[in-house]
Nanobody, 129 residues
């Protein structure tokens, strides 16, 4: 069993930065592909970024490419999402997810409605204009 806990959300002005963290319980964190997803009010949950088990392969949604960076520290059982040049349209609840059987790219293909192994509870990110 793996539990995921997101943190780092908040309110920032457009153009600002935020760093999200997702801490995982359990000793098998390094076996999982990790992803970040987001859900804005009235919209479906969408893929943001994913990273493979070693951190050597990452995949991003076009909407965040060049602005967001996903990384992981397997020694700390944590995955991060550095978000720069934030826009009001980035406002959403951000979730992390873990899955042991698909690739980071596949997370991008399967999207936010797929039943990954584990989901966190989410953290709110609000960007003011």
């Amino acid at each position: 069993q793996v539990q995921l806990v997101e943190s780092g959300g908040g309110l920032v002005q457009a153009g600002g930065s935020l760093s999200l963290s997702c801490a995982a319980s359990g000793r098998t964190f390094s076996m999982y592909v990790m992803g970040w997803f987001r859900q804005a009010p009235g919209k479906e949950r969408e893929f943001v970024a994913a990273i493979n088990w070693s951190g050597g392969s990452t995949y991003y949604a076009d909407s965040v490419k060049g602005r967001f960076t996903i990384s992981r520290d397997n020694a700390k059982n944590t995955v991060y999402l550095q978000m720069n040049s934030l826009k009001p349209e980035d406002t959403a609840v951000y979730y992390c997810a873990a899955d042991h059987s698909i690739t980071a790219q596949a997370m991008g293909v399967m999207g936010g409605e797929y039943e990954y192994d584990y989901w966190g509870q989410g953290t709110q990110v609000t960007i003011s204009s």
